[in-house]
């Protein structure tokens, strides 16, 4: 995870006594969490790639890439959410090059 520094705006909540110490320019270190969800279905950013208007990933079954299209929802730097097109175990190609087709013979590296 990379490391980045921004300012943020505040409100505090809490009743005046409950930050007595607190003053301008304090430090503080928060933790952001923009989304909190269990069981979803996650692959690597760098599996997926445009095709048109939408998404694809290559998925590896018995030695051959097969084409995928799939809808994904969220997406970070790292992982990528998949609303539909695959399933929870499906192996996919991890930076599929330009050369590589529907059918194309692979092998885990």
Known sequence: MEEQR???LADL???AEARVGLQD???VQVRVVTVDAAD???VPTGAAFRQGTGWAVYTVDDGRAHLRR???GRRNDADAEVLSGLTAG???ALYPGEA???GTHVEPR
């Open 40 to 42: 979803v279905l996650l």
């Open 90 to 92: 499906q192996q996919v």
């Open 100 to 102: 590589l087709r529907d």
């Open 70 to 72: 799939v809808e994904l």
């Open 6 to 8: 921004v300012n943020v």
């Open 13 to 15: 909540t809490d009743a």
């Open 25 to 27: 320019r304090y430090r």
